[in-house]
Structures are given as structure tokens and as C-alpha cells.
């Protein structure tokens, strides 16, 4: 199996994503009304990432084009594992879920044309991620034992493990596909 998801397919998928967001904004804008937005598709966040990684890693391909499970998989990083946000609300992590890396994708600024990619040098059993402070009483493992889905903001996340963060990508959606 290859993966078949082109640049030209991103391309397009986030123009009509972008498309209808700027439209429900206007309508949000101009009527008060309380319009929830929709969520990105993860085929496209899940493919912006790829794409920048293939900067670095070109053996990176989207597990759903190649049939294994996870988000990405490379030859070098078996199992990436790609989280995005687009405001501050919290981002949420499956009791069993398993990686190699951790991607964060944040796109708070999207509508400025501005992406930013971290990269997390940490596995779901690094002890740096297991400790990760949930709340005041509660580590991310304390609350994946009792089987329940963590949720934790991008930025209380990056304020205890930054040190393990590196900015991989801090540019506009189309410098993406620049090499």
C-alpha cells in the first residue's frame, strides 16, 4: 500500500475547509449567534504535519493510506502521534494510546495564515508524559489507570514539558510544501 494523499489533495481540502470556516465567521460576526465551528479534519492536520516532517524524515507516510494504526509512521519513527488545536481549549488523549513522538499542531492563528508545528521528543511511557500534571491532583497515567480521557490544554502542557519541545514549522500553510 502507498500513501496516495498528494499535496494537491491537502491543497484543495484546506481551501474548502478555510472556505466555509471564513463564511460561518462572517455569519458568526454579523448576527451574534453563538455558531460552534467545526473541527478540522484530522486527514487534513494529520497531513500537514506529514508534510513537514518529510522535511527531515521523507519515510513518513499517513497510516490510514498504508493500513496501520495511528496517526503517522515513518521507518525511523514508528508510531507519530499528531495533535491539533485550534483555540485554547483542551486537547484529549486516549487511556490507550500508544506513540514514538508527539506532534502538536497549533493553528490558533490560522485565519492569519500562520501554523505552527512542536515536535515532543516523548513516548506515551516516557516518564516526563506519564507525569504530566492533569490538574492539581491528577497525572495524565492516574487518570489513563482509571480509564478516563485525558484533557489537558496546549499551553499547560507546554508549560511543564517544553524542554522537551522543538519548533519544527513556524510559517503559512503554503511554505509547507517549500523544501
Not at 13 to 41: C, D, H
Request: glycine share 2%; aromatic share 10%; with cysteine.
Amino acid at each position: 500500500m502507498t500513501d496516495t494523499y498528494s499535496p494537491e489533495i491537502l491543497q484543495l481540502r484546506w481551501s474548502l475547509f478555510m472556505q466555509k470556516y471564513v463564511e460561518t465567521n462572517k455569519i458568526i460576526k454579523a448576527t451574534g449567534l453563538l455558531i460552534r465551528q467545526e473541527n478540522i479534519p484530522e486527514d487534513i492536520t494529520e497531513n500537514m504535519v506529514k508534510f513537514i516532517i518529510r522535511r527531515e524524515d521523507p519515510s513518513v507516510v499517513w497510516s490510514k493510506c498504508v493500513g496501520k494504526n495511528g496517526d503517522l509512521c515513518s521507518d525511523t519513527m514508528k508510531s507519530i502521534e499528531v495533535k491539533s488545536f485550534t483555540s485554547n481549549g483542551p486537547c484529549t488523549f486516549g487511556p490507550n494510546k500508544k506513540f514514538d513522538v508527539i506532534y502538536f499542531l497549533d493553528l490558533r492563528n490560522m485565519l492569519q495564515n500562520r501554523i505552527i508545528l512542536f515536535k515532543m521528543n516523548l513516548t506515551n511511557n516516557s516518564p516526563e508524559w506519564k507525569n504530566l500534571k492533569m490538574n492539581k491532583t491528577q497525572t495524565h497515567e492516574d487518570q489513563c489507570n482509571e480509564k478516563r480521557r485525558p484533557h489537558i490544554c496546549w499551553d499547560k502542557i507546554y508549560s511543564q514539558l517544553n524542554t522537551h519541545c522543538q519548533v519544527m514549522f513556524d510559517d503559512t500553510f503554503e511554505n509547507i510544501f517549500t523544501f
